[in-house]
């Protein structure tokens, strides 16, 4: 997989969409990726960027706490018994 440039460093969009262009094409063909992630992904392809940008951090708000909320509930079921 190709790293990004360092946070400092500013790339150009052309290469920014290139290096990302490349790890999501290793992405949806790693066997390991969901299919639900494939999806997300070539949804994802055509949409406004600023929709998609706001779409993500929906579901980042949305679906983090929940994931936390789960994990923090097993442990202590794990913890307990």
């Known amino acids: 997989m190709l ?40 949804g994802a392809e055509g949409i406004d960027p600023v929709t998609l940008q706001n779409d993500v951090e929906m579901i980042r708000h949305l679906l983090l706490p929940r994931c936390q909320a789960q994990i923090d509930l097993a442990m202590g079921k794990v913890l307990v018994e």
Do not use: N, Y
């Open 3 to 42: 790293p990004l440039p360092h946070s400092t460093l500013r790339a150009e969009p052309e290469l920014m969409l290139a290096l990302t262009q490349a790890r999501i094409t290793w992405v949806l063909d790693h066997p390991h990726t969901s299919g639900w992630v494939k999806d997300a992904l070539r």
